[in-house]
């Protein structure tokens, strides 16, 4: 009895061991499911990201074309900046010319003040030699008055004598002191010249030197500000050459960045396919694995029922607990093997990634250093064709030079011969002629050697320049150098007499060059600011990069640790298959026992059997006693216990068997209830989704009829106008009529008719034509009428509301029923199992949220119905509008019939006027011939005033005056201008 109720213990533990084996199972599934799901939402947030990142891309490349863009201006800029720069050096270079100018001027200046100084000189000569004469003057005076003092002398010895001598000598004393005064104011006038023109000498000199220090200064200061300016434009030129240079190479460089970025990108996302479809093929593996190993559970569960019935030693369930387990080793050996390729496939990613990054940078060192070395080639190919240039110059002058004396040697050597054939030819002339023969040899000879001379001279020097050739070529470019420094000096000396000649234009084009500077350092901040620009745009490309290397990363962090998830799953699930395996050991183990027991169970009927038979066979022999009885009845009620505790042990096996079966259906139910749930939701979603369309279409629907409302108004607005303007044009023609009509009345002349025809049949073409236009725009209004009618949109738009209205009734009752299911279903799986619980507090929030969404879109249908409302009564307000316009142009359209009627009234009028005028006219002439034809016939009858103009005539002037009177009455009363005396009177007092 202990031992089966140990049996019975271990079978209960068993059972319950597998019952958490089956929830732990269920538990795992679920799991599995939720981590499903949470890697679809994981997919759809990498799949998001790669959306993002390519939407940045694009922005990426839209910030690059606005980059270019924007080089491009600047380039623009640079050249327009350089132009202008270029426009200040050849300003600066006139004035450099006109500075010349002036220097040359000057020059002129001081050759004139050389030429003063010469004048001067010239006579300052004059002056010493009047000097000179009076010095003599006053020699001779001083001798005169010698001699006058020796003639006194001998006066007083012969005083008689020398008398006359006296006076003369007086004369001549006093003629010579007139000479001498007249000298000597000579000399004041001529020392006052020379002290004028040396004080203009001296003013000239000092003007000349303050010109010259003035000019010194103008010459300094421009040659200064050229220096100043080509300092300026070479700084400003080498600084836009660097910024564009910067500008083309930080161009380059984010192109590069930008295609190694977009290699990157296209790497990684083709990459992160591979790692989603790997994923996929992955979770695909993993669910066919799982629903493999939940058939393989299933066949299991019905292998141990199917076992548990027969309570027989069959061995099948080991063997397929084997493959159970041979095939969980296999998956796990094949996880193993997918996540190693997994593992290697990014390692084989980074490092591609890592030597792509490697190659690009070697790349673009490459190119730099080719770049240089071409730069570097080119400049050394530039001066290496300069100086072979000038040495080819060089041997050619040289070439020339020996041409030269070539030809004069050559000259030299025939004048000898002609010379020695003259001497041959003229042996005979005499000794004179041989002597200039010889002389003239000699002089040949000597022509000769000179040439040789000459020759040797520039032999050596042609060798000279030929060895100096090669240190011409060493000495190239400091001769270049020189020459720069050459054409430095004369084009500072050329500015400093530029500057001579044209100071204030120098000044001025030193203002002008200080814009232009002014304008170059704006240029140059402009550019270096776009530099900074530059510079920063990207940093900012550098930084998206680095975001999007660091999402890439994000991402491949993720997908590692979904990696690790899933390894994590595998090693749970190997985990759950070794539990599985330990209950289907323990489960044989329990089967084993059963048997055991069972077997024990045969052997005590094989020995209750045995009793009885031995019992018969007591009986039959009459040999039993009291207790074999005894035994026999214990036996027998130890049998029968044993019967019915394996009769209670089998039926608490069916028990526990229904009981897995029932939660395996509640679990396969709520399976396809929370699927069918799912789908009812999607199918939710997307009818709230063709809902959202609708209210889309409705809102554009509204929009367009706002719009063609609006567009009706406009019509209506510019009809208005046309009507205002007919109505315009009618007071015109009713004041142009008034107009005839006066003119009717006042002139009678033929010619004033005719043209009062004209400009009537002028009226009556701009009335029909104003006719025409009316009747063209009541046509419009009639079919704009018709034809946007807004009662068949609204009509339209009513029905399509009460379908979405009735849509969305059935989907709030549809709804409704599910949530009515869902409730009893969850009801009965709370009461089937409660771990259901949280899933079915899951699906009510969500039934929740989606019975608020439904009445969020019940709010706003409501609201779409208080628009419609709305709408409707703006369409009301415009068609009583329409109609009131429609009134005001019927009533327009009365006034136009009315004055078109009393215009006719006023022709009838007048063409009445006109045929009783016609008519007087016509009675009048009827009468004269009248009387002449009684005259004719009575010719004896006497011819009197009485014969000639009876009173007929006179009758017919009354009736005809009375009835022109009517007409006119009847024509003012017509045309609204009263009796005709009044008007009459009106006009009179006009």
């Known amino acids: 009895e202990r031992e089966l109720i140990r049996e019975r213990e271990r079978a209960e533990s068993a059972t319950s061991s597998f019952e958490e084996l089956t929830d732990r199972l269920n538990d795992e599934i679920n799991r599995r499911d939720e981590e499903r799901q949470q890697h679809a939402i994981e997919r759809g947030e990498l799949k998001e990201q790669l959306t993002e990142l390519r939407m940045e891309l694009e922005l990426a490349n839209a910030d690059i074309e606005e980059m270019r863009e924007q080089l491009v201006d600047n380039r623009s800029a640079e050249a327009s900046s350089i132009e202008s720069l270029q426009q200040a050096l050849d300003e600066a270079r ?54 006058g003092q020796k003639a006194t002398a001998d006066a007083l010895q012969q005083a008689e004598e020398l008398a006359a001598q006296l006076d003369e000598a007086r004369r001549q004393a006093e003629q010579a002191a007139a000479e001498q005064g007249t000298l000597r104011e000579e000399l004041a006038s001529l020392r006052q010249q020379i002290d004028a023109a040396n004080a203009q000498l001296s003013a000239a000199e000092q003007a000349k030197s303050d010109d010259t220090e003035r000019e010194r200064q103008a010459v300094a200061e421009a040659q200064q500000q050229v220096e100043a300016l080509a300092a300026q434009l070479t700084t400003a030129e080498a600084a836009a050459r660097e910024a564009l240079e910067r500008e083309q190479s930080a161009t380059a460089e984010a192109r590069q960045q930008v295609d190694a970025s977009e290699k990157q990108l296209t790497e990684l996302r083709q990459q992160a396919e591979q790692a989603g479809a790997e994923l996929l093929q992955l979770r695909q593996t993993h669910t066919d694995e799982l629903a493999a190993v939940r058939d393989e559970l299933a066949a299991l569960q019905r292998e141990h029922a199917s076992l548990q019935t027969e309570m027989s030693g069959d061995r099948a369930a080991a063997a397929v607990l084997e ?43 490459e190119l730099q250093q080719v770049q240089q070395q071409l730069a570097e080639a080119e400049r050394e190919s530039t001066a290496r064709a300069d100086a072979e240039q000038r040495l080819s110059e060089r041997e050619q002058s040289l070439l020339g030079d020996i041409e030269n004396l070539t030809q004069q040697l050559h000259d030299a050597r025939v004048g000898l011969a002609a010379a020695e054939q003259s001497l041959a030819d003229t042996r005979q002339g005499g000794d004179e002629a041989q002597r200039q023969t010889q002389a003239a040899l000699d002089e040949a000879h000597q022509a000769q050697r000179l040439a040789e001379d000459r020759a040797a001279t520039l032999q050596r020097e042609l060798d000279e320049a030929r060895s100096a050739a090669s240190e011409l070529e060493a000495r190239l470019a400091q001769s270049e150098t020189l020459s720069a420094q050459l054409q430095d000096v004369e084009s500072r000396l050329a500015a400093s007499e530029q500057a001579r000649q044209t100071l204030s234009e120098a000044h001025e084009d030193g203002a002008a060059a200080q814009a232009a ?49 899933h390894s994590e799953i595998g090693t749970q699930h190997a985990d759950a298959e070794q539990r599985i395996a330990s209950l289907q050991t323990e489960l044989s183990a329990a089967n084993e026992r059963a048997a055991a027991e069972q077997r024990r ?116 607005r510019h009809l208005l106008e046309q009507l205002e303007a007919a109505n315009e044009k009618r007071a015109a023609l009713e004041e142009e009529v008034e107009r005839l009509t006066e003119l009717v009345e006042q002139d009678n002349g033929a010619s004033e008719l005719d043209a009062v025809k004209a400009n009537l049949a002028q009226r009556e073409t701009e009335v029909a034509q104003l ?170 009858s006497p011819i009197g005033i009485d014969n000639v103009a009876g009173g007929r005539g006179w009758r017919a002037a009354l009736i005809g005056g009375g009835l022109v009177l009517a007409a006119l009455e009847v024509l003012s009363l017509a045309t609204g201008n009263g009796e005709l005396f009044s008007s009459l009177l009106r006009l009179a007092g006009q």
């Open 94 to 147: 006139s004035a450099h010319q006109a500075l010349l100018d002036e220097n040359s001027g000057m020059q002129a200046r001081v050759v004139e003040l050389q030429a003063l100084g010469e004048q001067r000189d010239a006579l300052q000569q004059q002056v010493e030699a009047l000097d000179a004469k009076v010095q003599a003057a006053e020699a001779a005076a001083q001798d005169t008055a010698n001699e």
């Open 323 to 365: 493959q159970a387990q041979a095939h969980s080793a296999d998956l796990e050996q094949q996880l193993t093997i997918v996540r190693a390729d997994a593992a290697q496939r990014a390692a084989e990613a980074e490092a591609n990634l890592a030597a792509a990054q490697r190659a690009q940078a070697d790349s673009t060192a």
């Open 517 to 565: 500077l002014a304008e170059a350092r704006a240029a140059q901040q402009k550019a270096e600011s776009h530099g900074e620009a530059l510079q920063r745009q990207l940093d900012d490309a550098q930084s998206t990069v680095g975001e999007w290397q660091a999402r890439t990363a994000a991402a491949e962090s993720q997908l590692a640790e979904l990696q690790r998830e």
């Open 601 to 716: 169970v045969a052997d005590l009927e094989a020995r209750v059997a045995q009793a009885e038979s031995d019992l018969t066979q007591q009986q039959e022999a009459s040999s039993h006693s009291a207790t074999a009885a005894a035994e026999l009845a214990t036996l027998r009620s130890e049998h029968e216990t044993l019967l019915r505790r394996h009769e209670e042990r089998g039926m608490a096996l069916e028990s526990a068997h229904q009981e897995q079966a029932e939660l395996i259906e509640a679990l396969n139910a709520a399976s396809a209830e929370r699927e069918t749930l799912q789908l009812a939701m999607s199918d939710h979603d997307d009818e709230q989704a063709r809902l959202v369309d609708l209210e889309n279409q409705v809102a554009q629907a509204l929009q367009e009829h706002q719009r063609e409302l609006l567009n009706h108004e406009q019509e209506q």
């Open 771 to 940: 006719r025409g236009v009316i009747e063209q725009y009541v046509a419009q209004l009639q079919s704009g009428g018709s034809d946007d009618d807004p009662t068949s949109e609204l009509e339209a738009l009513r029905t399509e509301l009460e379908m979405v209205r009735e849509q969305a009734i059935r989907d709030v009752a549809q709804m409704r029923e599910q949530l009515a299911t869902a409730e009893t279903q969850m009801r009965r799986l709370q009461q089937a199992d409660g771990r259901e619980a949280v899933s079915h507090e899951a699906m009510r929030q969500k039934i929740d949220a989606l019975e608020a969404s439904l009445g969020e879109r019940q709010r706003d249908l409501s609201q779409a119905e208080e628009s419609q409302h709305m709408l409707e009564d703006e369409l009301e307000d415009g068609n009583r509008k329409l109609d009131t316009l429609q009134r005001e142009l019927d009533k327009a359209l009365a006034e136009i019939e009315e004055a078109v009627m009393a215009r006719r009234e006023a022709e009838t009028a007048r063409d009445q006027l006109q045929q009783a005028f016609q008519a007087m006219q016509a009675g009048e002439g009827g009468e004269v011939r009248d009387l002449r034809d009684v005259r004719l016939h009575a010719p004896g």
